[in-house]
């Protein structure tokens, strides 16, 4: 995919500056990627396949971005690939009372993929540490302890057979206001133009602030960030697809095998 990395090693500091959202590798235009893009959804979908016939690893998902960022784009383009059957998707919006009413990471664990499984998390965990930061949602001692108890639940959940990967969709400031103004003169975008994104990208700052701390205090060997050039909507696509395929391919996994003697039924 060319030379820019998409992640640093666990305990680097990631600053969003060194990370160009406009780069799209060694690719010049969407035509150019089409080839490479085609063959990684079509691998997912057979590791998709293999993962649910051996019913004992499970993949998790995490889509994070600022508003427009393409969390939705990515999901149809890419997720889409996989068997329904077996990926589930999850939108975490505002929690509700019930939600707020326990600890932060209770509606989280309760949508983790069973084995077999793809889960996708749409925003997750980690707005407990954005818009809860950034927003003053809660206090600093509130907030601050969260980074570790996200890393406790990961590990927990990779102890447990489920391999997690966290993509983090960069867009330049320049390019979320293109796409804020396309929502508002679209007629089919119209209905996701909501004011109160304008209030969110005053605070751009922060919040690309809170995504560094995010993404330097989690970023760990079993469940690594990835920060994903995504001005250009081809390239995001490909470089998520392709860090899904080398994911899924590290996970060993296998068609279970088949009932013994197989052969010595007769199937009329
Ligand atoms: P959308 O992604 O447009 O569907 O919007 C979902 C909204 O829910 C975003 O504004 C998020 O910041 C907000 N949200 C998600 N999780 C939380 C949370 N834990 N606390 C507060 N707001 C949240
Ligand atoms: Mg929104």
Redesign the pocket.
């Known amino acids: 995919m060319g030379k820019q990395p998409f992640t640093l090693p666990p305990g680097s500091k990631f600053r969003l500056e060194e990370f160009d959202p406009g780069y799209t590798g060694k690719y010049d235009d969407d035509d150019d990627a089409k080839k490479d893009a085609k063959e990684n959804l079509k691998r997912l979908y057979e590791l998709q396949e293999m993962m649910y016939a051996q019913g004992k690893r499970a993949l998790l998902i995490v889509f994070q971005g600022m ?1 427009t960022s393409g ?1 939705d784009g990515v999901i149809k383009d890419v997720v889409g690939a996989f068997n329904p059957q077996g990926a589930h998707i999850h ?5 509700n009372s019930e ?1 707020l009413a326990h600890d ?1 990471l209770w509606r989280v664990h309760k949508v983790t993929p069973a084995r077999g499984t793809v889960g996708v998390f ?2 997750s965990q980690y ?2 540490v ?3 930061r950034v ?1 003053k ?1 809660a206090p600093k001692e509130v907030w601050s302890k969260r980074y570790d108890h996200i890393n406790d639940f990961e590990r927990l959940l990779s102890d447990c057979g489920v391999s997690i990967v966290k993509f983090f969709l960069h867009i330049s400031s320049e390019e979320q206001v293109e796409r804020l103004r396309d929502r508002q003169e679209t007629p089919s975008k119209q209905w ?1 133009f ?1 004011p ?2 304008l209030d ?1 990208r005053k605070q751009w700052d922060e919040y690309q602030r809170a995504y560094e701390d995010a993404l330097t205090l989690c970023n760990t060997e079993h469940a690594p960030w990835y920060v994903i050039p995504a001005n250009r909507k081809w390239y995001r696509d490909l470089a998520v697809s392709t860090i899904l395929v080398q994911t899924m391919e590290k996970m060993d996994l296998r068609y279970p095998d088949p009932v013994p003697n197989i052969h010595s039924y007769s199937v009329e």
């Open positions: 508003d969390k939108s975490f919006k505002v929690p939600e932060y749409n925003r707005e407990d954005l818009v809860v927003a949602l996701k909501s109160g994104d969110v």
